[in-house]
């Protein structure tokens, strides 16, 4: 009988044995480094007249920041009393083919956030409210929708990508900066 006891715990030992030996080690996945961007697109579509379309860009094509931004084509005409469906994308077109980076955004969404932030003066007629979440169901704020008052006026609104990949909380404060853009926006009829 001690020679069946013997013989069962060692079959026992010998199957956890090989048991944890075939288990994969856990990798850690390390967070990707900040993304390098050159171009910010925004997309507004007046939700009442869905021919009123644009599309603003903003570029830094070198990536040691040697050259200014062309900011000539980012610019927003919005009208007074409107509400616009916007959308944000992020690009690095120093590769071939350009690098859609708003997809890696998208899949670390739990690591992104995207911030719009009017001027002072801007902040008085104008609401921006990001609608898209994370996982974690925290803004991430690709996609927003933006609300003008009724007041003429012409300021500047900064895009913000934040890379957060540690205690993100749907404010701008953790992380760090993988864009900051500024886009003139003006309102009238």
Request: net charge negative.
């Amino acid at each position: 009988m001690k020679t069946s006891i013997s013989f069962y715990l060692y079959i026992l030992l010998f199957s956890l044995t090989i048991a944890s030996s075939c288990k994969k080690p856990e990798e850690d996945v390390e967070e990707p480094e900040n993304e390098f961007i050159t171009t910010v697109k925004l997309v507004v579509t007046n939700t009442a007249d869905s021919s009123d379309v644009q599309t603003a860009t903003w570029k830094q094509l070198t990536p040691d920041g040697s050259n200014p931004p062309d900011t000539s084509a980012a610019f927003l005409n919005l009208k007074p009393g409107s509400v616009y469906a916007l959308s944000a994308s992020f690009l690095d077109e120093t590769k071939t083919p350009t690098e859609n980076i708003t997809e890696e955004i998208l899949e670390r969404a739990t690591s992104h956030g995207v911030f719009y932030i009017p001027d002072a003066i801007l902040s008085s007629n104008i609401t921006i409210i990001r609608n898209d979440v994370d996982a974690n169901n925290l803004p991430l704020g690709l996609n927003a929708t933006l609300t003008t008052g009724a007041n003429t006026m012409n300021a500047f609104m900064n895009v913000i990508l934040r890379h957060q990949p540690e205690g993100k909380d749907g404010t701008i404060t953790p992380g760090s900066t993988d864009a900051d853009t500024r886009f003139r926006v003006q309102i009238k009829p």
